[in-house]
């Protein structure tokens, strides 16, 4: 069975107008001393910014309990700062200029993209699936391209930008694409040709080093993994759960049936990914396999069929359904943030955040008694 591991961006809000706050290593501090230290809590690009970077899991529902775990202890140390942690790939509200976090590499990156930088306020879910080798890694990468459309519109969770609707579902993809490298990745014929283009961009634009290649699906310079960076950050841990258990299927189904010969053209998936990122779960997507535009619910389902076996093979599948239908059926996390808006105003939305940072995901039956009591009692 393949492992993986998630690594997920939250940011800190002011409760009064949700814009972000620069309250990170505060609360980087008192996530220390309930036991989520530097290996587990990373600074980000603003120090309004920080990441949990998950153990290596093999199964769904450790992973849904780590995630609960230490979600509940950033919601009780936001509280003692008074802000909101939230899950979202872009903030409400943004104000002045942001506070950059200190250190030379992200100097370099705010100094390469200049006046990009201070809008870079977005967040987002990554989800790393091991692969045996480079090699095989490039076969997966090849076979997950056309699905990441699907996995955008599943997560699209940035709706809001400057106090305003954006009409999009995933405003954060939409940002991303203004890089020097963007969307997805292209179709490489071998690890040999993977790593020759990977150098071949190095110094242009804002592309200084492996690690700022901002495809939606790459290779990890640093470890044996397939790295999904297509999801916006989550509302709750359930969809989270679910876009990690789908991205190992998918990477399972590519490194069983290998390189597909007929790739989907590069133009088609880049329009596949606007068009997600705009709608999300809420009209049409392009179908994966034909390319035609279907409704949404028809592409999430041939996402489902392409991974049946995989799902099967590692005892996924009754939780992924569960975990699918319960998203479908509560609307996506922008489709849920625009309704409490609309209905609560941002007291309504305030509330959304918070209860659903700490939401049991579906499915998860022990109690989440045991996080809150002990970060009570830390």
Known sequence: ???????????????????????????????????????????????????????????????????????????????????????????????????????????????????????????????????????????????????????????????????????????????????TTAGCPPPFTDDRDYDRRIRALSGIGATSDPGTIAWYARLSERQPTLEFRVADAQLDSGVTVLLAALCRALVATALHSGTSRNQPAPELLDAALWHAARDGLSRSLVHPVTGLLVPASDAVQALLEETRHQLLASGDLAEVETLLRDTTTRGSGAERQRQALATGGLPGLVLLLESELTRTPAGLHRSDQKFRSRDAHA
């Not at 008192?30 to 230290?37: I, M, N, P, V």
């Not at 509200?93 to 200049?114: F, I, K, S």
């Not at 391209?145 to 599943?154: E, S």
Request: charged share 15%; net charge negative.
């Open 1 to 179: 069975m393949l492992s993986f591991g998630i690594e997920e961006e939250f940011v800190l809000l002011d409760a009064a107008r949700l814009r972000p706050v620069n309250d990170a290593p505060e609360c980087r501090d008192g996530l220390s001393k309930l036991g989520f230290g530097a290996a587990l809590v990373h600074q980000e690009f603003f120090q309004s910014q920080l990441e949990f970077a998950s153990p290596v899991y093999t199964e769904l529902s450790a992973a849904a309990e780590g995630l609960l775990e230490f979600r509940w202890a950033l919601k009780n140390v936001a509280a003692t700062q008074h802000v909101v942690a939230a899950g979202v790939g872009t903030p409400y509200d943004v104000g002045p200029m942001p506070v950059l976090t200190p250190g030379e590499r992200y100097e370099q990156v705010a100094a390469n993209v200049r006046a990009l930088a201070w809008e870079h306020q977005i967040n987002g879910l990554h989800v790393h699936v091991g692969v045996p080798g480079r090699a095989a890694g490039v076969v997966a990468l090849n076979g997950v391209r056309r699905w990441l459309p699907v996995l955008l519109a599943l997560s699209a969770n940035s709706p809001l930008w400057g106090g305003h609707d954006t009409g999009y579902a995933s405003w954060r993809a939409i940002h991303s694409r203004r890089w």
